[in-house]
């Protein structure tokens, strides 16, 4: 059975730092990414990484902050996030792709999701 399952979110003040993990299971994926939706608003590309390796884009919110990663012997992809802010709360969610083709960034190409992780930032 194939499954992503993301952990790691959780309530912190801004500044601080969080982990995201998402652990896959039944197969190995071409592409893993993490989009996240915060309330009110549509769900938007954070970063993705490719299972052979090469360049990890990011979305321009997420550059120099976010840190996307992956665990090859354990099938995981991480999403580390540094210097918090209140706007980066959302409900994070891990994609992954079968395919290398396909557009990384809209939510139509990936074939599993995870249940989503809450990250919530005060002030």
């Given at each position: ?11 912190v ?25 915060a ?46 802010k ?13 395919n290398?083709?396909?557009?990384d ?13 809450q ?5």
């Amino acid at each position: 059975q194939v499954q992503l399952v993301e952990s790691g979110g959780g309530s912190v003040q801004a500044g601080g730092s969080l982990r995201l993990s998402c652990a896959a299971s039944g197969r190995i994926f071409s592409r893993y990414a993490w989009f996240r939706q915060a309330p009110g608003k549509e769900r938007e590309f954070v970063a993705i990484i490719r299972w052979r390796g090469g360049s990890t884009p990011y979305t321009d919110s997420a550059k120099g902050r976010f840190t996307i990663s992956r665990d090859i012997a354990k099938n995981t992809v991480f999403l580390q996030i540094e210097s918090l802010k209140p706007e980066d709360t959302a409900v994070y969610y891990c994609a992954a792709a079968i395919n290398y083709d396909g557009s990384d960034y809209s939510t139509g190409d990936y074939d599993y999701w995870g249940q989503g992780t809450q990250v919530t930032v005060s002030s």
